[in-house]
C-alpha cells in the first residue's frame, strides 16, 4: 500500500497569504497520479488538481500543483476567505487507491 | 449538471446488513467508472470500492473484502453497496463518487454526492 503523509497537520495563515502544503509517498507514484481535494465541513470534497499538476474544470488559478515520484505539493498563491478548509492528496497510480491524512488550513 | 444522490444509510447493529443505493443524474452513467469513498467522523478518506462502466472490474479495500458487494444499474442510472457483517468501524460517511476519466477505471473522483450516514452500534 503507498501510504501518503501530509505537512503540516494545520496551517494557520491570514488571508492574502501564500500556503504550501506537503505530500509524501512510501512508493514513487505511477505517471505522477496524485489529485489534491478540498472538504469544507459538512460537504463533499472538492478536486482541485490531478496529475500532479492539471487544475480541475473551474479551480481558480491561485491553486496549483507540482512535484513528481513521492514528493508532491499543493500551493494557494493568496489566500482567499473561502480556501479555508481541509486539503487531501490521493494517489490513483496503484491499488489500492489511497489518500493522505489531509492538512487543515485555518485563519489566523 | 451532475448530480449523485445516495440513500440507505442509517443505524444498524453490529453483524447486520445494510444497502446503499446513489442515484445519479445530469451525465452518461454507463460511460463512466463509479466509486465509494467512506469518512469517519472527524477522519479521513479512505476508498471503499470501486465498479467499472460495464461491472467487468470491481475492487474492494482489505477492511471490506468478503462482506461488501458493489453493483450497478445502468439502465436505472443507480449505483449500490450491499454491506453485510458490518462492524463499528465500519460507521462512516458514505460517498458515492464518479471517475473523471470517461470509460477508464482509475479512481480519480470528478463528482461526488453529499453522502449517507451509516452508524453500526448496538
Known amino acids: 500500500e503507498n501510504v501518503l503523509t501530509q505537512s503540516p497537520g494545520t496551517l494557520s495563515l491570514s488571508p492574502g497569504e501564500r500556503a504550501t502544503l506537503s505530500c509524501r509517498a512510501s512508493h514513487s507514484i505511477t505517471h505522477n497520479y496524485l489529485a489534491w481535494y478540498q472538504q469544507k465541513p459538512g460537504q463533499a470534497p472538492r478536486l482541485l488538481i490531478y496529475g500532479a499538476s492539471i487544475r480541475a474544470t473551474d479551480i481558480p488559478d491561485r491553486f496549483s500543483g507540482s512535484g513528481s515520484a513521492t514528493d508532491f505539493t499543493l500551493t494557494i498563491s493568496r489566500l482567499e476567505p473561502e480556501d479555508f478548509a481541509v486539503y487531501y492528496c490521493q494517489q490513483y497510480g496503484g491499488s489500492p487507491w489511497t489518500f493522505g491524512q489531509g492538512t487543515k488550513v485555518e485563519i489566523k | 449538471e451532475v448530480q449523485l444522490v445516495e440513500s440507505g444509510g442509517g443505524l444498524v447493529q453490529p453483524g447486520r446488513s445494510l444497502r446503499l443505493s446513489c442515484a445519479a443524474s445530469?451525465?452518461?452513467?454507463?460511460?463512466?467508472?463509479m466509486h465509494w469513498v467512506r469518512q469517519s467522523p472527524g477522519k479521513g478518506l479512505e476508498w471503499v470500492s470501486g465498479i467499472s462502466w460495464n461491472s467487468g472490474s470491481r475492487g474492494y479495500a482489505d477492511s471490506v473484502k468478503g462482506r461488501f458487494t458493489i453493483s450497478r444499474d445502468n439502465a436505472k442510472n443507480s449505483l449500490y453497496l450491499e454491506m453485510n457483517s458490518l462492524r463499528p468501524e465500519d460507521t462512516a460517511i458514505y460517498y458515492c463518487?464518479?471517475?473523471?476519466?470517461?470509460?477508464?477505471?482509475?479512481?480519480?473522483?470528478?463528482?461526488w454526492g453529499q453522502g449517507t450516514l451509516v452508524t453500526v452500534s448496538s
Open positions: 445530469g451525465f452518461t452513467v454507463d460511460d463512466y467508472a
Open positions: 463518487a464518479k471517475d473523471m476519466k470517461e470509460g477508464a477505471y482509475a479512481p480519480l473522483f470528478d463528482n
